[in-house]
């Protein structure tokens, strides 16, 4: 849990803000615990790109040691060109089943409903709307979770357990027998006033499952996907895979009751789709009194499924599922970006797969499982230099993997098109696999049936809009034959390609949100543009040791100069995206005054720092001691 609730404190920033969350680890070595043995933990800021802050990522042995128990970690970033519906979870293990909340971008005052008078609505970008409320999905087992991690990686495994429960804000009833109390409070209930507009932030913290989210008696429109407008979209119901996030709005415009909000499978074989996850939209009485519900003992589901008794809280549900869903109608809301326009620099293939090595099952990636099994930091040894830098020549023209570092290394600033490539063994199912892409989003461009081959395929172009976002589901696909090939085991059903721009140096991880095939292997390094990684750390010290001189007064020039050559030392300062372009060409073009002391030089510096400061940290959470 984050500070002993589920989910955990929602976050809220303004855009531009720099942010410091302090994570600390107090689960004690001697104290029995519930879901789980592993005591080591790391949180992970899920869509927020960490620019110049790869160190703050949040990713064991890729970004960070993870945090032995009574150890703490300042996580330390800038927001500052995103804005939109994110979160933050574990990312040890299968921690993050319980160990999650939400994290609100908010583009200024305007759309922060604690900064407006009760009269505004609030306006993010291109939308109003009068107030918003958080939905957060997520699963809940009976088993501790140490058990499952044993199980998962042991030589008695077979499948992945569905959840016991479907939980919305925390929320649910799993024995309908069980007296309600301050313990067990039963569905969450979303108020809301009549004639009123409300976005939704619905976000998808489910650990396995993909699911259908809808709302009886009112429809959605979808406006975020991942924290990027989109052009206004109509839906009765969403699918939300792990890790995705949605923004909707929603007009309350219904007679005042209660409306069932309903969660069911997606993509899950040949399960039951219903599950009990339910919460209730509730319009509020003038009187502030809630409206009273009851089980229905007579709704004919599952054991453990039973829902409330008025017909207008049951939301309805397209029986099949379909392959790529809405994604084709979606447009980004600012129109499409050149990027996608453009010829990519390369193409690199990730081959999914299942296996079992030596009794055990395993995920694959190139027929590579990536293990927490590591040693040393893989950051701490780029920004140390004990790490040789990445040569292309020793990059696998097909897949971009080094096996001599243990990753996929991209080069600054060239676009990269990534297929993934979903498999399945004879007489098993496809299944589907949400991937994330850490430090990037990333634009889907294309889709297709069986196995990717570049000849015939790579240029298709079948996704006539590509949204920004951070997360796809690949979907199961149609297979092309019926049984593997002597030289490949598994068969492929269905891939997708997907765009990055490789514009932010750092070592991100790109996963399976699948938490269980995440575990299992089903996850990469990227390693992109080593050499240009700024130890943010280093220039913040001297920001601050700069600062704490310069309010003392009695100022040289060489303590200007120390701070004019941090910002000019490299174009990807970890500061330098928030300067103005003409304030360092002013530095520039007045660096004679270097040479001299001069009070009238002295008071220009002074002014141009106050300035800076102005610039880098007005209103944001920097301590300057």
């Not at 929602?10 to 680890?25: A, F, T």
């Not at 949040?58 to 040691?65: A, S």
């Not at 589901?301 to 099949?320: C, E, H, K, W, Y």
């Not at 990519?344 to 293990?371: D, E, H, P, V």
């Amino acid at each position: 849990m984050i500070n002993n609730q589920v989910p955990g404190d929602p976050i809220y920033v303004y855009k531009g803000e720099r942010v410091q969350v302090r994570v600390r680890n107090n689960i004690l070595p001697d104290r029995p615990v519930y879901g789980g043995v592993g005591m080591q933990v790391s949180v992970h800021f899920h869509g927020i790109r960490q620019i110049s802050s790869v160190d703050s990522d949040g990713v064991p042995f890729l970004t960070q040691r993870p945090l032995q128990p009574g150890e703490s970690f300042l996580h330390e970033f800038n927001v500052p060109d995103q804005t939109g519906t994110f979160f933050y979870h574990a990312h040890v293990g299968l921690q993050e089943m319980s160990v999650f909340g939400a994290m609100v971008v908010y583009e200024s005052e305007a759309s922060d409903p604690t900064a407006i008078v009760a009269k505004d609505k609030l306006a993010d970008g291109p939308f109003t709307y009068d107030d918003e409320r958080i939905i957060a999905l997520s699963e809940w087992w009976h088993t501790d979770r140490g058990q499952f991690e044993a199980y998962y990686l042991g030589l008695n495994f077979t499948r992945i357990f569905e959840a016991d429960s479907f939980l919305i804000n925390g929320q649910g009833i799993y024995d309908s027998g069980i007296d309600l109390d301050s313990y067990c409070k039963g569905y969450a209930i979303i108020p809301v006033q009549q004639d009123k507009v409300y976005r939704l932030r619905i976000i998808g913290a489910m650990t396995f499952r993909t699911v259908g989210f809808a709302i009886a008696g009112h429809k959605m429109t979808v406006i975020e996907v991942d924290g990027d407008y989109i052009k206004p979209y109509n839906v009765d119901f969403l699918e939300v895979s792990a890790g995705q996030r949605f923004s909707v709005l929603i007009t309350t415009n219904n007679t005042v009751d209660d409306y069932g909000i309903n969660l069911v499978r997606r993509w899950s074989d040949n399960l039951p789709s219903a599950t009990n996850g339910h919460a209730i939209l509730q319009y509020q009485k003038k009187t502030s009194e809630l409206v009273p519900w009851s089980f229905d003992d007579e709704t004919d589901l599952p054991a453990g499924t039973r829902i409330l008794s008025r017909a207008n809280l049951q939301p309805t549900f397209p029986l099949n599922d379909t392959v790529h869903w809405f994604w084709n109608n979606l447009e980004p809301y600012f129109g499409k970006d050149p990027i996608v326009e453009r010829q990519s620099n390369r193409t690199i293939k990730l081959r999914g797969s299942q296996a079992i090595q030596n009794g055990m099952t395993r995920w694959y990636i190139n027929y590579i499982s990536f293990m927490e099994g590591l040693e040393n930091v893989i950051l701490y040894d780029v920004l140390n230099k004990t790490r040789p830098l990445p040569q292309i020549s020793d990059r696998n023209p097909i897949t971009g993997y080094d096996k001599t570092l243990g990753t996929y290394t991209l080069d600054h600033l060239e676009i990269v098109d990534i297929v993934i490539q979903t498999t399945h063994l004879e007489e098993e199912p496809c299944h589907s696999h949400p991937w994330h892409t850490h430090g990037h989003s990333h634009w889907e461009i294309a889709y297709g049936n069986g196995e990717y081959t570049e000849e015939r395929d790579g240029r298709i172009r079948n996704v006539p809009n590509p949204i920004y976002k951070d997360l796809t589901l690949v979907y199961p696909g149609e297979s092309e034959k019926l049984y593997a090939s002597p030289d490949q085991k598994e068969i492929g059903c269905g891939w997708s390609k997907i765009r990055i721009l490789a514009d932010n140096p750092g070592i991100w991880a790109m996963h399976c949100h699948n938490s269980p095939h995440m575990y299992m292997g089903m996850m990469l390094a990227f390693e992109e543009s080593p050499q240009l990684i700024i130890d943010e750390s280093d220039d913040v010290k001297d920001f601050q040791y700069i600062q704490k001189r310069i309010s003392k007064g009695n100022n040289t020039i060489k303590t200007y100069a120390k701070f004019l050559k941090m910002v000019l030392k490299s174009t990807t300062n970890a500061f330098a995206y928030k300067i103005p372009a003409h304030v360092i060409n002013c530095y520039i073009e007045r660096a004679d005054i270097f040479t001299t002391s001069t009070s009238t030089e002295m008071d220009y510096l002074a002014k141009i720092w106050t300035e800076i400061f102005d610039l880098l940290f007005a209103n944001q959470n920097v301590n300057v001691k």
